[in-house]
């Protein structure tokens, strides 16, 4: 969702920007894009949503519980 405001004001400085500090702000605009992580989309999670059985789910919280949760004082 691009922000109009926002939109409005990289347009504005854009058009301020020499040719070569053009492409350089590209270059920074898709490099953004780069590291934004890729996931699932709203469609994917609804096929699955509701496939995991009760008990699985439970064993799957205990698991990230006792995992995950846990915090080392000496390891630091």
């Given amino acids: ?3 109009p405001d926002v939109k409005d004001q990289i347009l504005k400085d854009l058009d301020r920007l020499s040719p070569e500090q053009q492409k350089h702000a590209a270059k920074l605009v ?3 894009l780069a590291s934004l992580p890729e996931g699932a989309s709203v469609d994917d999670l609804q096929k699955v949503a509701g496939s995991l059985d009760d008990t699985s789910a ?4 205990a698991a990230v519980e006792e995992g995950c949760e846990q915090v080392d004082p000496d390891e630091w």
């Fill in 1 to 3: 969702m691009v922000l």
């Fill in 30 to 32: 898709s490099g953004l």
């Fill in 58 to 61: 439970r064993e799957m919280m």
